[in-house]
């Protein structure tokens, strides 16, 4: 491993304060349903054709924004199981150690810079 147990704990701080970043914004457009998976929240601006198509447009929106946070959850989440496993800031693809650099500006990165 090229990085310290220091620097490990600086990048799992940055995971976790990233996480919780995330879950606040998830929280601001969607709540969980029935199956516990999130939904957008859908406003009811009014009964008018154009309140009706501002109230489509904002759920889709949400629904892009809430599809892209999710998937950043997924890859926080991934990163910190690989801090569990000891795996943590190898290049998934050649399996060389991927930059501190790196992984300071995008600590769940999977990927070195070259791959
Ligand atoms: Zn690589």
């Known amino acids: 491993m090229e990085f310290t147990q220091e620097n490990l704990t600086e990048l799992k701080n940055n995971l976790l304060l990233e996480e919780k970043r995330i879950q606040g914004e998830l929280q601001l457009i969607s709540k969980p349903s029935l199956d516990g998976e999130l939904t957008p929240i859908f406003n009811e601006i009014g009964s008018g054709e154009d309140e009706n198509a501002l109230e489509i447009e904002e759920y889709s929106d949400n629904l892009a924004i809430e599809n892209t946070l999710e998937k950043q959850l997924k890859e926080i989440n991934q990163a910190l199981d690989r801090i ?9 693809n050649c399996g060389k150690n991927i930059s501190l650099d790196r992984l300071r500006a995008y600590p769940s990165a999977k990927k070195c810079t070259a791959c």
């Open 84 to 92: 569990n496993q000891g795996i943590y800031g190898k290049c998934e």
